[in-house]
């Protein structure tokens, strides 16, 4: 069974950046997969922020196209999601997981954007 720990959280002014890390224990088939990084803010659902798609297709939710940026490295099998020009509105736990994302959830990593 996948499990997922997320790391690089943290508190950052508006207009900052920070690049958030998950190490996938999926062995040699990491590669193959589709990931994704998703966001759950207090109130709300999780959603879909971030896929990348093999060998190197990405998408992106409407909100965070053009600041976030997802990638990987399958000799690590780590998926990165790098974040620039926060905003408030990008407060939210953030997950990685498999898209469709799988039953068992990692515990997330809370970013939170304030002045």
């Known amino acids: 069974q996948v499990q997922f720990v997320e790391s690089g959280g943290g508190l950052v002014q508006p207009g900052g950046s920070l690049k958030l890390s998950c190490a996938a224990s999926?062995?040699?088939?990491?590669?193959?997969?589709?990931w994704g990084w998703y966001r759950q803010a207090p109130g709300q659902q999780r959603e879909l922020v971030a896929r990348?798609?093999?060998?190197?297709?990405?998408n992106y939710a409407d909100s965070v196209k053009g600041r976030f940026t997802i990638s990987t490295d399958n000799a690590k099998n780590t998926v990165y999601l790098q974040m620039n020009s926060l905003k408030p509105e990008d407060t939210a736990v953030y997950y990685c997981?498999?898209?469709?994302?799988?039953?068992?959830w990692g515990q997330g990593t809370q970013v939170t954007v304030a002045a």
């Open positions: 997981n498999r898209d469709p994302p799988r039953t068992v």
């Open positions: 999926s062995g040699s088939s990491f590669r193959f997969y589709v």
């Open positions: 990348f798609t093999p060998p190197g297709s990405t």
